[in-house]
């Protein structure tokens, strides 16, 4: 779930109309219904959260440097006796709505000592200037870890698209590798076809001679017509061997010419390829620029 709302997080933010205004976090005062009543609060907006990214974060904010433990009730985050010495050194109870909004989460917070006086700008301005503070920072916190939790899923992204235009560029190395070996195998078959030609030149001419031998000795019925018939198969035998082989030899440059065409379309649409990845990649970097903007903006 949480890798759904990162994902989701990443697209809202980059939108074209993100890149128009950075949110920031704001504390402004309102006065608002809780479970004790309507009273003064402070609320602002944390971008790119949701209640559930911040809730434990949240409850740790609260009880850090206090004994006491984070309750909820009555749709409310609470704490009582929470120690925050820059607002006061007496103990408060915090009270704590959340309301989802497009863009992010909305808390609202209530700073009370005894449940009746709470915390105003007007009454306690100084404690008032303390909580905005301390709401604030906590705001920025959550809003800084959202949008850099984008920036590492982003810079993961970038990562996996460098990869696979590595792999492009591997393929096209091993393309151009089996080319080249391709061409060496037409190249050592060319001198074979040519030593080949060669003997098969000179066996057709072995051939003629011999048949003229058969046909001299034709109707002696001696031992030296048997041979001549026995040396003339074998000749022929010879012969034969060599055409297949030269037809072989022949068939092999063929197909490595054949594979040599398809490694040459092969790595043109590769370069394709490449020239696609890399303007995802260039895109992608764009959009890491402004997260990295957004993130260096925060405050």
């Given at each position: 779930?949480?890798?759904?709302?990162?994902?989701?997080?990443?697209?809202?933010?980059?939108?074209?109309?993100?890149?128009?205004?950075?949110?920031?976090?704001?504390?402004?005062?309102?006065?608002?219904?809780?479970?004790?009543?309507?009273?003064?609060?402070?609320?602002?907006?944390?971008?790119?959260?949701?209640?559930?990214?911040?809730?434990?974060?949240?409850?740790?904010?609260?009880r850090k440097g206090s004994k006491s433990r984070t309750?909820?009730?009555?749709?409310?985050?609470?704490?009582?006796?929470?120690?925050?010495?820059?607002?006061?050194?007496?103990?408060?109870?915090?009270?704590?709505?959340?309301?989802?909004?497009?863009?992010?989460?909305?808390?609202?917070?209530?700073?009370?000592?005894?449940?009746?006086?709470?915390?105003?700008?007007?009454?306690?301005?100084?404690?008032?200037?303390?909580?905005?503070?301390?709401?604030?920072?906590?705001?920025?916190?959550?809003?800084?870890?959202?949008?850099?939790?984008?920036?590492?899923?982003?810079?993961?992204?970038?990562?996996?698209?460098?990869?696979?235009?590595?792999?492009?560029?591997?393929?096209?190395?091993?393309?151009?590798?089996?080319?080249?070996?391709?061409e060496r195998e037409i190249e050592n078959n060319k001198r074979s076809l040519e030593t080949t030609t060669k003997l098969l030149t000179a066996k057709e001419e072995e051939l003629l001679r011999q048949r003229e031998v058969v046909s001299k000795l034709s109707g002696t019925a001696g031992e030296e017509e048997k041979l001549a018939k026995i040396n003339l198969k074998k000749i022929e035998s010879d012969k034969r061997k060599l055409e297949k082989e030269q037809e072989s030899l022949n068939k092999k440059n063929d197909n490595n010419s054949s594979a040599i065409e398809n490694e040459k379309r092969s790595i043109d649409r590769n370069l394709k390829k490449q020239n696609e990845k890399q303007s995802e990649i260039d895109k992608q970097k764009e959009k890491i620029k402004t997260v990295v903007k957004i993130l260096e903006n925060i405050k």
């Open positions: 779930m949480k890798k759904f709302c990162i994902l989701t997080i990443c697209f809202m933010l980059l939108k074209p109309v993100m890149a128009q205004k950075d949110m920031q976090v704001s504390v402004k005062e309102v006065i608002e219904d809780m479970s004790k009543g309507t009273h003064t609060g402070f609320e602002m907006m944390i971008p790119e959260q949701t209640y559930k990214s911040i809730k434990n974060d949240l409850g740790k904010y609260l309750e909820e009730a009555h749709g409310e985050l609470f704490i009582r006796g929470a120690v925050v010495k820059n607002i006061t050194h007496l103990p408060l109870n915090i009270y704590v709505k959340s309301r989802e909004v497009t863009d992010g989460v909305i808390l609202t917070a209530w700073f009370t000592v005894d449940d009746e006086t709470f915390y105003s700008e007007t009454a306690h301005p100084l404690e008032a200037s303390s909580i905005k503070k301390y709401l604030h920072d906590f705001g920025t916190g959550m809003h800084y870890k959202a949008v850099n939790e984008i920036k590492i899923s982003q810079e993961r992204q970038l990562k996996k698209l460098e990869n696979e235009l590595e792999e492009l560029r591997g393929e096209n190395q091993r393309s151009e590798k089996k080319m080249k070996q391709a």
